[in-house]
Nanobody
Framework: QVQLVESGGGLVQAGGSLRLSCAASGRTFSSYAMGWFRQAPGKEREFVAAITYDGTGTRYEDSVKGRFTIARDNAKNTVYLQMNNLKPEDMAGYYC?????????????????WGQGTQVTVSS
């Protein structure tokens, strides 16, 4: 079992930055690929970024490439999402998720563990 708790969301002006954190419980964190997803009101949950279990591989949704960076610290059981140059269209609830395997995936249905989410609001 893995429990995930996100933090770091908030209100930021367009062009600003936020760093989201996701703290995981359980000794299996370092064995799992992790991902970030987001969901805006009235829209489906969408993939944002993912990272392999050891941090050597990452993948990003096209609209965030070059602006967002996913990273992990297995010693701290934490995964991060650094978000720079935020845009109003980035405004959403952001969710951390853990797979049950080492390889990363962009598919939400392949993540078995989810956090409660943290809200990111971007003012224009």
């Amino acid at each position: 079992q893995v429990q995930l708790v996100e933090s770091g969301g908030g209100l930021v002006q367009a062009g600003g930055s936020l760093r989201l954190s996701c703290a995981a419980s359980g000794r299996t964190f370092s064995s799992y690929a992790m991902g970030w997803f987001r969901q805006a009101p009235g829209k489906e949950r969408e993939f944002v970024a993912a990272i392999t279990y050891d941090g050597t591989g990452t993948r990003y949704e096209d609209s965030v490439k070059g602006r967002f960076t996913i990273a992990r610290d297995n010693a701290k059981n934490t995964v991060y999402l650094q978000m720079n140059n935020l845009k109003p269209e980035d405004m959403a609830g952001y969710y951390c998720a853990a797979t049950g395997r080492r390889a990363l995936t962009t598919r939400a249905d392949q993540y078995g563990y989810w956090g409660q989410g943290t809200q990111v609001t971007v003012s224009s």
